[in-house]
């Protein structure tokens, strides 16, 4: 398991991963700061792991041109310490034990496509079908740093970003962004997650914030996407994760829910994802708390979903720097047995029916310790 980490907030120069280890994924090591490198002045962003054969992969990105200004209330204190914008480059280290890491190698500059930072949350897929059998696909997308005026190392302030993927023909030893990618003047379309439908084509699912989950496919092995539109699933401005099961299901870690981080539930698709029925439910929240980042693996019947905790109050307190202790949150682990764990009949009630009007929700910034696990 990797997770990043600072003191107080994210993008503070202190901003570093942290991993632990498992042979069961219940019981680990204690935490330790990550085995790889990094740049002089940068830091690291959104840890996604891959594991093939006996090579793991870690992807992330890294902040090394883009620093917002400090800013709050000047009595707070650090209220004026300058954060790195979430994003930047993206790269990649590789391991065989998981304690010595490759160099790092990077995929994709920031300075690609008007230098906007890119950013990852989710991991790649490998086409196992069709056409592009073998093709690997790496969703990301940019971000604009929210300032009011342009800094030194930074995008306009008014560029537009948009979410693509990279894909690599080759196993992973080189990467080539898609050749369209995907704007809406309505909302963001960020942290990305693909799976692999029956037919060979990609699904391709995002976090907005507008109230829901958002879809687009591509046909072509990730080179070119649809429109993005709806899918009818509540989402609460949250990052979600999609995985094709073995038996070729579809399976949804994310929050139920159109405001807050609550409800983490896993839904299951038996139709490539036109349909969404619950099939268990991790967390029930209320707006007390926040489940957040969700990361699932499958390991044969079981499937683990890492995810992080935090109570609101731990969240406005870090957030005007007034906490002198921990926080109760942290990352937890769920397991889910596929075979009796599973909501059947009634109790699988449908989740995304035909669509209403839907209410806009204003965005909701939350902490973005995303967990990346490999088992």
């Not at 200004?69 to 280290?93: L, N, Q, Y």
């Not at 958002?214 to 092995?221: A, E, N, P, V």
């Not at 699933?233 to 929050?255: E, F, M, Q, T, V």
């Amino acid at each position: 398991m990797v997770w990043q980490a600072a003191q107080v907030k994210e993008g503070e120069p202190d901003q570093h991963f942290m991993c632990a280890y498992s042979d069961d994924a219940k019981t680990w090591t204690k935490a330790i700061r990550m085995p790889i490198g990094k740049q002089r002045g940068a830091i690291p962003w959104a840890p996604v792991l891959r594991l093939s054969g006996e090579t793991l992969t870690l992807f992330f990105a890294e902040s090394s041109t883009c620093m917002k200004p400090g800013g709050g209330v000047a009595a707070i204190d650090g209220a004026d310490i300058p954060r790195w914008a979430p994003g930047g480059d993206i790269r990649f280290a590789t391991t065989r034990d998981g304690f010595r890491w490759s160099k790092r190698v990077e995929l994709l500059t920031q300075s690609y496509n008007t230098g906007i930072p890119k950013v990852i949350a989710n991991p790649a897929i490998q086409i196992s079908q069709g056409d592009h059998k073998g093709t690997l696909i790496l969703p990301y997308w940019e971000e604009v740093p929210r300032m009011s005026t342009k800094r030194e190392g930074c995008p306009s302030p008014d560029a537009t970003p948009s979410a693509g993927a990279l894909i690599s023909k080759d196993n992973g030893r080189t990467w080539k962004p898609s050749e369209s990618s995907l704007t809406d003047s309505e909302t963001w379309l960020i942290e990305g997650t693909m799976a692999e439908l029956s037919n060979s084509s990609v699904l391709h699912l995002f976090r907005t914030s507008v109230g829901e989950i958002y879809k687009s496919l591509s046909h072509d092995g990730g080179r070119t996407w649809t429109k993005a539109s709806s899918t009818g699933l509540p989402n609460p401005n949250s990052k979600i994760h999609l995985l094709r099961l073995a038996d070729g299901r579809l399976a949804l870690a994310y929050n139920h829910d159109r405001k807050y981080r609550a409800n983490l539930y896993v839904a299951i698709s038996e139709d490539d994802g036109e349909n969404w029925h619950l099939a268990a439910i991790v967390e029930k929240g209320s707006e007390s708390s926040m489940y957040a980042y969700p990361t699932m693996v499958e390991d044969e019947c079981k499937l683990y979903v890492a995810y992080s905790i935090m109570t609101r109050r731990d969240w406005k307190e870090i957030q005007e720097r007034t906490a002198h202790e921990p926080n109760g949150g942290g990352i937890y682990v769920a397991e889910i047995d596929l075979v009796s764990g599973i909501l059947r009949g009634e109790e699988a009630i449908l989740l995304n029916p035909a669509p209403e009007n839907i209410e806009v929700v204003e965005e909701e910034m939350g902490l973005s310790n995303g967990s990346a696990i490999a088992l």
